[in-house]
């Protein structure tokens, strides 16, 4: 038989009858199995990625987390551009953006009458600025879509941890779902309770977070007013957190999870069957931490880098939500604007052509006409292939056009009818011999295979091997992955950032120490755990007498079990290795999960030739403690 002849005989439908007989089944459609997505979250998992913008007086104080005692008049961005950071979240191929209106600071970037610590006291526009408005503005101008981050915690308010605050917060909560016009997300942060300014109590309040803020009514109360709006976290809430701030999602990640309060291990990797639909979003920032650092600008995730989250996070089925923190002008530094249109230009470029186009469907089994194998390559989620409810494990064979060559394979289940596939394989038939490429758990929203090389094969195939039903698979596609241009690396030209290179470990409680001074996150000075009484110690010779300013701690973030970064510090410094005093004494705050660099400020400048760091317990429960880097910051010029 020809080649023509034989493409022929397939698009007409009688290959099927020539190879495997095609299951009768009825053309109606399948019953929903398990869970299933709600309207909102429909439209949610169609985003796929989105930018989040964090950028609030700690951009101001170079904190990650700020006290709440910080005086409004330090918010005072020189040139704030929404149009720029917005214009380049577009470019980065992001379509959304979430702002941080408000952070544990307290500090409100719109201006409400409901508190003091907020963007009226601040001399940005003589007091007369809307942050929230003006990112808003910018955002639907550029036919993006808007969301809103409002932390639960306040570190300034007087009365946190009080049921007055509560409903303080209920009050924010409806002041900026009723004045921005229509929002897609609203993120309530998982950080509540601890020490704080508190109105100038400046103590530590704990609370039991679900208990407090009755979750189930906040979540109402968002979607009375914003039916469209999916909220972030809590149980109750239309999305979970993907149990860390990597950027990678578990593998499979299912979009589904018990119906009880959260747990990390549930959360990074979703629970197979379990009855409630709370897919994960996978929150990441471009830089190592979440505001703008200067010291950070020679850190940025190269566009190599972005492209291997996609697939870590959009590719398993999650939506990525990738930080672009500004910088005290009020716009993004010119390396992270490079870095996101050369990953935005690639992946464009790489999606742009669906390279199924043009292949030949057939299969094992169809439900139906409606149901067709053709289906898969309509570029229509709304259409499925199916089969008789019987078939659960059929098969799905691509006859594709000569010489077509790809290296990203994706698929989609068909949302509505819930997740029907467990477990998957993909074949290429090369040279006349079927080879197995892939064989992964779960498609759900969107699973992207990537290939190690790109191939031409004359047929592909996909193989249920596992399923709770008879599956509904929107979509097969097959994409040729586009080179990213490459973006010159930035200099550190920070000059209070005090480089390490000629920093040496004088004494240590373990082994290994020098890998704190390696400027290389992914190698950590890893020990057995602290035991009560006997603190983690080690002692670094700075090599030069130098005004310190504070010191930075940055968390390994490589995947170790039992194993934590420390729950607190203890900082003491001498010039002449003999004679210590003490200088900064306290918790790293969120550090277990976050994981990102600490930047701890002395309360006042220190002048040191040696520093010895002693940490005296893991943040949670673990058998060894890991430190990546320890590094120090100089004052700004001027500072006194």
Same mark, same amino acid.
């Given at each position: 038989m020809t080649e023509v002849s034989r493409r022929l005989l397939l698009a007409s439908g009688l290959a099927a009858t020539a190879t495997h007989a095609i299951g009768a089944g009825r053309d109606t459609a399948p019953k929903p199995w398990g869970a299933t997505p709600s309207k909102r979250q429909l439209a949610w998992h169609a985003r796929e990625q989105y930018a989040f913008v964090h950028f609030s007086i700690n951009t101001f104080t170079d904190r990650e987390w700020g006290y709440g005692d910080e005086d409004p008049k330090l918010f005072n961005p020189t040139?704030?551009?929404?149009?720029?950071?917005?214009?380049?979240?577009k470019a980065g191929g992001m379509r959304g953006i979430i702002l941080t209106a408000k952070h544990h600071d307290g500090f409100c970037l719109w201006p409400t009458m409901l508190t003091e610590h907020c963007i009226r006291n601040s001399p940005y526009k003589d007091g007369k600025g809307d942050i929230v408005g003006e990112m808003e503005r910018a955002t639907r101008r550029a036919g993006l879509d808007f969301g809103l981050y409002l932390s639960p915690w306040d570190r300034n308010h007087a009365e946190y941890g009080r049921p007055a605050y509560v409903e303080y917060f209920r009050k924010q909560v409806v002041e900026l779902c009723t004045r921005y016009g229509t929002l897609f997300e609203f993120w309530f942060d998982g950080a509540n309770g601890g020490d704080g300014y508190y109105g100038g109590a400046r103590d530590t309040r704990k609370i039991d977070a679900?208990?407090?803020?009755?979750?189930?009514?906040i979540v109402a109360l968002v979607h009375e007013h914003q039916p469209m709006a999916c909220t972030f976290d809590p149980l109750g809430a239309d999305l979970r957190w993907v149990g860390n701030e990597d950027g990678i999602a578990g593998d499979p990640c299912w979009p589904t999870m018990p119906n009880h309060p959260y747990v990390q291990s549930e959360g990074n990797s979703g629970v197979r069957g379990a009855p409630l639909w709370w897919p994960a979003e996978t929150d990441v920032s471009i830089r190592p931490g979440w505001f703008y650092h200067a010291d950070e600008d020679s850190k940025v995730k190269t566009p190599a880098r972005l492209i291997k989250l996609h697939d870590e996070s959009v590719g398993r089925g999650?939506? #990525?939500? *990738?930080n672009l923190p500004p910088d005290r002008r009020g716009r993004l530094a010119d390396i992270d604007v490079e870095t996101l249109k050369s990953f935005g230009t690639a992946q464009t470029a790489t999606f742009a052509?669906?390279?199924?186009?043009?292949a030949v469907a057939s299969a094992s089994h169809v439900r139906g006409k409606t149901y067709a194998a053709s289906t898969v390559l309509d570029c229509n989620r709304d259409t499925y292939w199916s089969t008789p409810d019987a078939i659960t494990t059929p098969t799905l064979t691509l006859d594709l056009p000569p010489g077509r060559s790809f290296d990203l394979i994706r698929l989609r289940e068909y949302l509505p009818l819930g997740i029907r596939v467990t477990r998957f394989a993909i074949d290429a038939?090369?040279?006349?011999?079927?080879?197995?490429?892939?064989?992964?758990?779960?498609i759900g929203p969107q699973r992207i295979v990537r290939l190690e090389k790109p191939i031409a094969p004359r047929? #592909?195939? *996909?193989?249920?091997?596992e399923g709770t039903a008879c599956p509904a698979i929107s979509e097969v596609a097959l994409f040729r992955q586009v080179a990213p241009a490459p973006v010159a690396p930035v200099r550190n030209t920070d000059t209070t950032t005090v480089v390490t290179t000629r920093w040496s470990i004088v004494t240590a409680t373990a082994p290994g120490a020098k890998a704190l001074l390696d400027d290389d996150s992914a190698t950590a000075w890893t020990l057995p755990a602290p035991a009560p009484g006997t603190p983690a110690s080690v002692t670094i010779d700075l090599a030069a007498t130098e005004t310190l300013a504070g010191f930075v701690l940055i968390p390994s973030r490589a995947v170790m079990a039992n194993t934590a970064p420390p729950k607190g510090y203890r900082v003491e410094?001498?010039?002449?290795?003999?004679?210590?005093?003490?200088?900064?004494k306290g918790e790293l705050p969120n550090i277990a999960y976050a994981l990102a660099a600490q930047r701890i400020a002395f309360a006042r400048p220190t002048t040191a030739r040696y520093l010895r760091?002693?940490?005296?317990?893991?943040?949670?429960?673990?058998?060894r403690l890991a430190i990546a880097g320890l590094g120090a910051f100089r004052p700004k010029p001027g500072a006194s």
């Open positions: 040139d704030f551009s929404p149009d720029q950071i917005v214009a380049a979240a679900p208990k407090y803020y009755n979750w189930p009514s999650t939506n #990525l939500n *990738l052509t669906d390279l199924a186009k043009g038939e090369i040279g006349g011999q079927w080879r197995k490429l892939a064989e992964h758990s779960g047929r #592909l195939r *996909l193989r249920i091997l410094a001498s010039t002449d290795g003999k004679s210590w005093q003490d200088i900064a760091f002693s940490f005296a317990e893991t943040a949670i429960p673990a058998q």
